[in-house]
Nanobody, 115 residues
Framework: QVQLVESGGGLVPAGGSRNLSCAYSGRIDNVDVMDWHRQTPGKSRELVARIFPSGETIYVDFAKGRFTLSRDTPKNILYLRMRNLKSDDTAVYSC?????????WGQGTQVTVSS
């Protein structure tokens, strides 16, 4: 199994920045891709950004130019740095680890952007 724990959420003013972390542990040798998702009440969870084992990253349109996904492999931490936040970015942000057999999720961290 893989355990993931997100942190860094909170209240941030519109236009501000926030850095999220996802500490992962367990059978991480089996992990393929890792990504961040977000979800707001009444909406489906949506992908924010993904990192591949090669280190290549991809972003969905709303995240391009504002969000940066990175990974500290020795520390087993996945980061999502967010800047120029908007009220639409208010959501619970969760990280996911994908293996051949199963996907693992953290509990999520709430980010609230005040306008």
């Amino acid at each position: 199994q893989v355990q993931l724990v997100e942190s860094g959420g909170g209240l941030v003013p519109a236009g501000g920045s926030r850095n999220l972390s996802c500490a992962y542990s367990g059978r991480i040798d089996n992990v393929d891709v890792m990504d961040w998702h977000r979800q707001t009440p009444g909406k489906s969870r949506e992908l924010v950004a993904r990192i591949f084992p090669s280190g290549e990253t991809i972003y969905v349109d709303f995240a391009k130019g504002r969000f940066t996904l990175s990974r500290d492999t020795p520390k087993n931490i996945l980061y999502l740095r967010m800047r120029n936040l908007k009220s639409d970015d208010t959501a619970v942000y969760s990280c996911r680890a994908v293996t051949a057999l199963e996907d693992y999720w953290g509990q999520g961290t709430q980010v609230t952007v005040s306008s």
